[in-house]
């Protein structure tokens, strides 16, 4: 049975669109025939695939995961399929392929829109018929592994342009779990972000991790996360391990490990939404006196508000820990600012 990769991300959310992935997968997993299932980078394709393994009456059989584009095509093919003794130059024992070792398992092809189209029609036929044949052998072997497809390609698209087998994909289809983008689910950020700054703060054997300061979640939030989950683990624990001071709330967020740290430019990059110099504002960001003491800060809280509400997608219970705040006292300040906000 293979193990989890040491990157891999967690089936952590409750965002409304995850919930109904994986209320699909549970749907799907009792049943034996193929599924595909499609995310982009880093969302946890690998890991929603097991899951569809280990919830179906296959548990306790082998589960044997492929990377397609790792393998050249006649080393996928002896892999898959298995070779005989003497089939080839090299091979001088019989090899059993990953067909035979899934045999009442499950079989996962991962990068499954890198093969090449000979190997798109031997597996055709293993998942039409469930026959196949190893490497230099005649004779025909069964088997009844389900096969789980795993890509971030658009495989409808790749079929179009005929760079993917039409008749394959339908086979492959029977089912296809999609995964969000964590762009999808924002509200999830803070909680795998606590996750993984706890689980570094572990492995770096520090007594507790302090969390994030509100700045800190504000921009999490706001990220476009192109690299999903494992882009968030990536940054969250770069971002712990680098802090210089361990006890306090992290507020620097390191997203570019390529950017030197003793650079000028600052761990938290100024985005275009971001707000830049405001107005009445001397270049070190210190208000030109005279100056409406009251006023400022109103306008100052309802910034803060109204970045915190389109950051949490006007989810205020998000919105207020983004501020370090009570839900109720969220609550209290948009009842004050009601009118200005309602301006913007």
């Known amino acids: 049975m293979s193990a989890e990769p040491r990157d891999a991300v967690p089936i952590l959310g409750q965002a409304p669109a995850f919930m109904t992935m994986l209320e699909h997968v549970s749907q799907a997993a009792p049943l034996s025939r193929p599924v595909l299932v499609m995310g982009e980078r880093g ?3 690998e890991l929603i695939a097991s899951r569809l393994h280990f919830l179906s009456e296959r548990w306790d059989k082998p589960l044997v995961k492929v990377n397609c584009a790792a393998l050249t095509e006649t080393l996928l093919d002896t892999e898959l399929f298995g070779h005989e003794a003497g089939a080839f130059t090299g091979a001088t024992r019989r ?64 079929a179009r342009r005929g760079e993917f087998r039409a008749d394959l994909l339908d086979r492959l289809a029977f089912d296809v779990i999609h995964i969000p983008p964590l762009r999808e689910r924002a509200e999830d950020i803070p909680a795998l972000a606590f996750h993984f700054g706890l689980s570094i703060t572990s492995e770096l054997k520090r007594p507790y991790f302090s969390g994030f300061s509100p700045e800190a979640q504000a921009v999490l939030i706001r990220h476009s996360w192109p690299g999903n989950v494992r882009e968030l683990k990536n940054a969250v624990e770069r971002s712990v391990y680098r802090t210089p001071d361990p006890e306090a709330a992290l507020n620097d967020i390191v997203f570019d490990p390529f950017t030197p740290p003793y650079a000028d430019s600052p761990a938290l990059p100024v985005t275009a939404d971001e707000p830049r110099e405001a107005s009445g504002s001397s270049a070190s960001g210190t208000p030109r006196l005279p100056v409406d003491l009251k006023g400022a800060v109103r306008e100052f809280e309802c910034g803060l508000i109204r970045s ?29 600012y009601a009118a200005t906000l309602d301006r913007a």
Do not use: C, W
Request: proline letters at 2%; charged letters at 25%; a negative charge.
């Open 95 to 158: 090899h059993i392929g990953h067909f035979e070792n899934a045999a009442e398992g499950t079989l996962i092809l991962d990068e499954l829109g890198t093969i090449s189209p000979r190997m798109q029609e031997k597996i055709l036929r293993v998942i039409e018929y469930g026959e196949f044949r190893r490497v230099g052998s005649s004779q025909t072997l069964i088997t009844n592994a389900r096969v789980i497809g795993v890509t971030n390609e658009d495989l409808p698209e790749l």
């Open 43 to 45: 969302t946890g394709k």
């Open 308 to 336: 915190a509400l389109e950051s949490a997608q006007h989810n205020q219970r998000v919105t207020a820990e983004l501020l370090g705040l009570s839900y109720h006292q969220l609550r209290g300040l948009l009842r004050k």
